[in-house]
């Protein structure tokens, strides 16, 4: 049976932590995905390893934020290989610090994951929706980050490429053997749902699940995450989103 995991991230704003764990473990996750606010400090790794350990769930994926992976990669992997994650991901970049040359952030991108990968890690990037804005000669900021390097993974996320205006079932097929992993998110129809950022529970958005979820089964995908950026209610959206995951 396929397992799911869950971004951690959408429950930031709830809490505690091992309430969380406890609550996704008995809606039948089997992973979770992190995110650096989890552990910024020695202390907070601790914590989190024991509510790991406690609940039974893995967390094969986390995001690390870009600075530590490339100045500090070691750093990165220590805290990786202290949680059981296998796949590191580079979530984002802050307007301030994207580049106007995407190609050349591709290829820093790619030597920044080398220790990386040599130490057995999967590696990759995870979009928002800045990568479809068209740079000058029109082409995707998206595509040329991962011209950067084959070596680079991605980690798609289906209702960003969906606000970008762009397709996810194209996406998923046109870079189905890179992806590391798929962030099954959904967007709520115009004016609805604005009290939670425009974001719906997965399977109550616009998204047709039907058309995508045959393209990320045929992909490399390894991990199933759900996500949901701003849930008024952490447990419902958890909650609905595994029923509509099983229900695939």
């Known amino acids: 049976m396929r397992t799911f995991s869950y971004q951690l991230y959408s429950s930031r704003n709830f809490g505690p932590l091992p309430d969380t764990l406890r ?16 552990y910024d400090s020695d202390d907070k790794i601790a ?37 059981g994650v296998d796949t590191i991901i580079v979530p984002y970049l802050a307007p301030e610090d994207r580049p106007t040359d995407w190609v050349a952030f591709g290829r820093a991108l790619a030597e ?23 740079t000058g000669d029109g082409s995707l900021p998206l595509d040329q980050i991962l011209a950067g ?7 798609i996320d289906i209702a960003w490429v969906q606000v970008a205006g762009q397709s996810p079932r194209a996406f998923v097929e046109k870079y189905a053997d890179r992806l590391v992993a798929v962030h099954l998110k959904d967007r709520a129809p115009e004016g609805e749902c604005e ?5 719906a529970d997965l399977g109550h958005g616009v998204i047709d699940w039907r ?38």
């Open 112 to 134: 920044a994951g080398k220790p990386i990968r040599d130490a057995g890690f999967a590696y990759g990037w995870h979009n928002h929706d800045f990568e479809f804005a068209p």
């Open 47 to 83: 914590a989190l390893k024991s509510a790991l350990n406690e609940t039974g769930l893995a967390m094969p994926s986390a995001h690390f934020d870009w600075t530590m992976v490339s100045q500090d990669p070691g750093r990165a992997m220590g805290i990786a290989r202290s949680l």
């Open 149 to 155: 390097g084959e070596e680079i993974g991605l980690e």
């Open 211 to 248: 058309e995508v979820i045959p393209a990320v089964e045929a992909s490399t995908a390894k991990y199933l995450v759900m996500e949901h950026d701003n849930p008024s209610d952490d447990a419902r959206f958890a909650r609905r989103a595994i029923a509509t995951a099983n229900a695939f």
């Open 23 to 38: 609550m996704l473990a008995d809606l039948g996750y089997a992973q979770v995905e992190g995110f650096g606010g989890l």
């Open 195 to 199: 009290d939670e950022g425009g974001w």
